[in-house]
């Protein structure tokens, strides 16, 4: 692998500049001028110039196409050209732009190929722009091939490259880039400037409160003066301070308290006014009622008004899709539920809920790490069946699992025909004493389904001469009767649920449980949704700031994507003699 191209931070711009102002050695070539005609005059050009003009005319052409966002032309200029005939300067030129179009087509290992080239071990003799330009792509192609502490390193080289715009996105996406550093990866490094980096993630992902993470901020500014992080902190890290310096004082519970929807908010308010109670905090608890709001517009200026600081709710979807067509709100909103997968949001939205999505997933990883890689699926029909596939087809298929059927799940009379038909069963002849068997190139059944849909699976499944077939689940199965009856249906199937369902002895759910023992069965998830909810709205920031934050929570482990939805990882159980058994987790 050639060294790492490093512009020469050690020296000073000026005198960079100075160097790539004079004219370039004979042995390094010239670069590619900005072309000052059109793509098809500049090919035209070319097919009537000598190969060494016709090749800068060609390259040229292909940036041109691609600064235009023609990638497909750009692509196709570009290959006209022997790159391996050129000069050092326009070898590194036609790399650079080579990842830069692998970039934009998704294919981050083929960017970093390309910028592998041993003409950039000349990459310091060029222009500083072409230097920055080249850079970035290596920097972009490392964090897309999920290689962050490399980003981070190519970036911190260029940082004193850069000034205006350019050096404060590079500045913020550095920290961001750090911040997402797993605890193994925060090492030190020889290169200070990462090095301090690095050890500012550390200090702070040490701390746990607001305020705990202010100081050990500040104590990081003081041991590090001259770092240019301490010089103009990151923004995630300044909006920490400023909460820190001014703890959330007056939320809005925006619930429907009237309507089909009324029950499951009651859950949620009480699972939130408890966790308010078990905490002690100094914070005032507002309650609308979203079904006698006239408009959301009116909401938040009434709520703004009386000083408001976080909406919570609403938790009707429709609601939710409407705030997330906003550009903009008013106040900072963590909703009860989704907008749609496709919506773009306003950047004060954060969205929380028992998502099924968040199970399949689970599922995908628990079956992958339990050792299977081939999967057969069962889903109910409509919308949510389907939103529950995708996203337990993308997931195991990102594992490198391979989905070999996939079927709605079909009324209980025809359920056996189903399940015979999809895993093949077939008859082997010959002995009465021989069994029909299943295919074998199937390793579990991914299930998502109620309880009574579930409890005819398995039974079914050993009907059909599939009994070993492994099953996996999301919590839905799971009714949480403690009924030893139904639980011997579901025997050996594995499924997500929460802590609050698998821990009878969490301390919250026992005070809860006692004012309403209804939390002890399956709306208790709900219960533990709104006490989660209690606990992210002072921490949005945070998660903002430090994006591979976890919360432990009553409903999963809770963390925040780029999307703002908060993500929920849940631990394991197993159906076994007609109890609920957990299970340990799934090792990281």
Not at 32 to 39: E, F, G, K, L, V
Request: hydrophobic share 40%.
């Amino acid at each position: 692998m050639t060294a790492r191209f490093r512009p020469l931070i050690f020296l000073c711009i000026a005198a960079l500049l100075s160097a790539c102002a004079s004219s370039p050695s004979s042995t390094l070539g010239e670069l590619p001028r900005t072309p000052q005609a059109s793509t098809q005059q500049l090919l035209k050009d070319a097919d009537a110039s000598d190969p060494g003009k016709a090749a800068l005319l060609r390259l040229s052409a292909a940036d041109q196409s691609m600064q235009q966002d023609n990638l497909t032309q750009a692509r196709q200029i570009l290959e006209q050209v022997a790159i391996d005939q050129l000069m050092p300067a326009q070898q590194m030129f036609a790399k650079t732009l080579e990842a830069e179009l692998a970039l934009a087509a998704g294919k981050p290992e083929s960017a970093l190929q390309a910028l592998q080239h041993p003409a950039f071990e000349r990459l310091a003799e060029l222009p500083v722009e072409q230097q920055l330009r080249t850079q970035l792509a290596r920097a972009e192609a490392f964090e897309a091939n999920n290689q962050p502490l490399d980003a981070a390193r190519e970036r911190t080289f260029i940082a004193p490259l850069l000034s205006g715009e350019a050096a404060e996105q590079n500045h913020e996406t550095i920290w961001s880039l750090v911040s997402n550093l797993a605890p193994e990866q925060l090492q030190q490094t020889a290169d200070t400037d990462l090095a301090g980096w690095i050890s500012l993630a550390t200090a702070v992902k040490q701390a746990g409160t607001l305020g705990q993470q202010k100081r050990a901020i500040e104590a990081w500014q003081q041991q590090n003066p001259n770092h240019p992080a301490a010089r103009r902190l990151p923004d995630p890290l300044l909006k920490l301070k400023q909460l820190a310096d001014k703890p959330l004082s007056h939320v809005a519970l925006l619930l429907p308290m009237e309507g089909p929807l009324a029950s499951v908010a009651r859950a949620l308010r009480d699972g939130f006014l408890a966790a308010h109670l078990a905490g002690q905090q100094d914070l005032k608890i507002e309650l609308f009622d979203s079904t006698r709001l006239s408009s959301l517009d009116d909401f938040y200026r009434q709520a703004s008004a009386s000083g408001v600081e976080l909406v919570i709710g609403p938790l009707e979807k429709d609601m939710v899709r409407q705030l997330a067509d906003r550009e903009q709100l008013p106040i900072t909103t963590l909703a009860l539920n989704y907008s749609d997968a496709n919506q773009q949001v306003p950047p004060q939205l954060f969205q929380f809920g028992l998502a099924a999505e968040d199970e399949a997933r689970e599922v995908a990883r628990r079956a992958w790490a339990d050792g299977h890689r081939r999967a057969v699926a069962l889903t109910p029909r409509g919308d949510w069946g389907n939103r529950v596939f995708e996203a337990f087809r993308q997931e195991w298929q990102t594992l490198g699992g391979t989905v070999v059927a996939a079927e709605p799940l079909a009324e209980p009379i025809e359920l056996a025909n189903q399940i015979a038909d999809m895993l093949q069963i077939r008859s082997n002849g010959g002995s009465d004493e021989s069994q029909p068997s299943r295919r074998q190139d199937i390793d579990f059944l991914f299930l998502a389904a109620t309880p009574q849909q579930a409890q005819q699976v398995k039974p079914t499944l050993i009907f059909q001469y599939a009994g070993d077939l492994p099953v996996y689940a999301t919590s839905h199965l799971h009714a949480a009767t403690d009924n030893r009856t139904q639980y011997l249906d579901l025997e050996g199937i594995r499924f997500t649920e929460t802590p609050w369902l698998l821990d009878p002895q969490l301390p919250l759910r026992q005070e809860i449980v006692r004012k309403w023992p209804q939390a002890r069965g399956s709306l208790g998830r709900l219960y533990a949704m709104g006490a989660d909810a209690y606990q992210l709205a002072p921490r949005l920031n945070q998660l903002l700031a430090l994006p591979d934050t976890r919360i432990d929570g009553l409903s999963g482990t809770l963390s925040l994507t780029p999307q703002q939805r908060i993500e929920r990882r849940l631990p394991w159980a197993e159906f076994r003699d007609g109890e609920v058994q957990p299970l340990p987790d799934i090792p990281d």
